[in-house]
């Protein structure tokens, strides 16, 4: 076992569990609506993005229309666009795609229109909630928002999803795939 693992009972391991414990209970006193909808697990630390203002990357009524995480996928995509320099300038966009990973979606988009459904019924449930919550959407506003042409998909392999993106991305890159049309 390497020396970075630490085992049951190692002084370590539990200074790790009381400095999560104690930034849970810091966490949780905040009283976020994700926070206070987590109240009943038992799990009690997440990896939630704080201050995120999707209004820096999409107008208001985008940001009411697309899940959270398309909006992050919108705001990751406009930060590698202008660090490329690639601004209105794509060279080839017939030839640039955008493989986007995502575990799962719009879970926040599911679970609001779950809700709406059993407890509203079935006529509250968005119209738009089918396209906010398939995970190829965050691909999908990204092509659009930059007028790319190319292989255009998600990935959806749990874990693995980021890694199976940038792996399909290499492949199509070396084999000099090209979209049909």
């Known amino acids: ?7 049951a ?5 539990d200074r790790r569990r ?4 104690r930034a849970a209970r810091r966490h949780a006193r905040r009283g976020t609506d994700h926070e206070i909808r987590s109240q009943k697990l038992s799990v009690r630390f997440a990896c939630e993005v704080k201050g995120f203002d999707p209004l820096r990357y999409i107008d208001r009524k985008e940001a009411r229309r697309y899940d959270l995480f398309a909006q992050f996928a ?5 930060e590698a666009v ?7 300038k794509f060279p080839s966009p017939e030839r640039t795609g955008v493989i ?3 575990g799962i979606g719009g879970m926040q988009t599911y679970e609001d229109n779950c809700t709406a459904y059993v407890t509203k019924g079935p006529d509250r ?3 738009f909630f089918v396209p906010m919550f398939i995970p190829d959407i965050a691909a999908g506003l990204v092509s659009i928002r930059y007028g790319l042409k190319g292989p255009n998909y ?4 749990a874990c693995a999803s980021s890694a199976h993106a940038i792996g399909d991305s290499f492949h199509m890159i070396r084999n000099g795939v090209r979209t049909p049309w």
């Open 154 to 157: 998600a990935t959806v392999s």
């Open 1 to 7: 076992m390497s020396s970075s693992l630490a085992r």
């Open 100 to 102: 986007i990973g995502s």
């Open 74 to 78: 919108l705001a990751a995509a406009h």
């Open 9 to 13: 009972g190692d002084p370590r391991r």
């Open 18 to 21: 009381i400095h999560l414990d």
């Open 125 to 127: 449930v968005s119209p």
């Open 82 to 88: 202008t660090q490329a320099g690639l601004e209105g």
